[in-house]
C-alpha cells in the first residue's frame, strides 16, 4: 500500500473512527484503525465489536493494501502533522506503516488487517431513506432519557418504530419518557420495531455532517444489527434484544393544569436553580400560580442546607388550578435544552403524578418527566 492523503482529512477521518475504538479489550487489534484502500479512496474503520464506525476520505492511490495500526499512536501523530501531504507507505513482510510528512519520518507496528472483524455488506437498495437534519434532530430529542444503568440493557437503547411513512423514536429511564414523531418523504413500505442502543445514535448524531443529504438505514436479516450510510460514514450497531415497555399507556392523556411559559426562561431558572439542587438530590421545586384571567407565575426554587437557596420567576399562562410539584431539576434543563420552540407547555394533574411537557406548536414531540418527592 502506498497513498498520499491530506493532513486535514486523515485527522477528520481518525477523529470519527477513532470513537468506535474498543478502550480496554482483550484482543490488541480492537484498539486499532484499520486503514485500507477502498476504490480509490482510503477507508479507516474502528470497532468495539457493539458498534464500528467507517470514514472514507479522498486520497491518491498508488498501490492496493491494508494494516491496522494503534488508534491512538496514528492519531497523536497525525495531528502533530503540518497541514501538507501524509505518505503512508506499508511494508507487509513486517506489517509497519510508513508515515512521512515533510520533514517527519515514523514508522508504526501494525497488526494484520485479516485478524481486524469484517464490517457487514450494505445493501442500499433495502434500505430505507432518512433525512440527516429530521434524523438528527430525533436523536438529540430522544436519546437522551435512554438509561445509563447496565442492569437494565432494554431501557440503554432507543425504540425504532417504522410503519409506513411515519418513523416513531422513543427512549425512557424509568423516570422520565422522550417521544418524537416524523414523517418521511415517501413510504417506506416496511414495517420495523428495532431497539438501537442510545450510545450508538450519539455517536451517529456527532458524525454524520449538517446539509440536505439523506442516510440510509439498512436491517440485514438475522444478523441483529443496523447500519446507518451515507456517502463517506458507515456507522454499524448491534440491536438490543429484548421487550421495550409499553410508553403509549404511561403518557397521561388528561390534564388539570397547563402553564404555557417560554423555555428559555425556564432553561435560565433550571440552570441557576441546579447550582443549588445538585447539593440536595437534584430537587427543583415549582410553584404554579394562576388568577382569574389566567395570567400567572412559576416560582422555580432549590434549596440545600450546605450551599443555600436560589429563587426565580418566569411568567405564564396557567389554565387550571394552582399546583406546586418537583422534579430532578438536570432531567427538566435536558428536555429544555433539545426543544427548539419558543414557548412550552407543562400539563400536570397532582403532584405525585407525571408531568408533560410539549413544545407550543409542535405535536411531533412529547416528553413525560416523572415527579420527585418534596419532602
Sequence with gaps: MKVSVSQQHLAHGLGIVSRA??????????????????EGRLRLSATNLEMGISCWVPAEISEEGAITVPARTISD???TLPNDKVVLTLDERSMTLNVRSGQSVTDIKGIDPQEFPPMPP????????LNV????EMIQQVAFSASVDEARPVLQGVLLSLAGSELVMAATDGFR??????????SAGKSLNVIIPARALTE??????????????????DRGQVIFHTKDIELVSQIIDGNFPDYKVIVPRTFKTRTVTSAAG??????????????SNNIVRLNILSNSDQIGTVEVSAQSEETGTNENKVDATVDGPGLAIAFNVRFLREVLEVIKSPNISLETNMNNTPGVIRPLGDDSYVHVIMPMHMG
Excluded at 133 to 136: L, Q
Aim: with cysteine.
Design 133 to 136: 437534519a429530521d434524523f438528527k
Design 204 to 221: 451517529l448524531s456527532r458524525i454524520v455532517a449538517d446539509g440536505g443529504q439523506m442516510i440510509t438505514m439498512h436491517i440485514p436479516r
Design 77 to 79: 501523530l497525525v495531528a
Design 21 to 38: 475504538v474498543a478502550p480496554r479489550s482483550t484482543l490488541p487489534v480492537l484498539a486499532n484503525v484499520l486503514i485500507a484502500t477502498d
Design 266 to 279: 425556564l432553561l435560565k431558572a433550571c440552570k441557576q436553580a441546579e447550582i443549588i439542587a445538585r447539593e
Design 177 to 186: 419518557i422522550s417521544i418524537k414523531k416524523s414523517v418521511l418523504s415517501s
Design 122 to 129: 450494505v445493501d442500499l437498495e433495502d434500505g430505507v431513506e
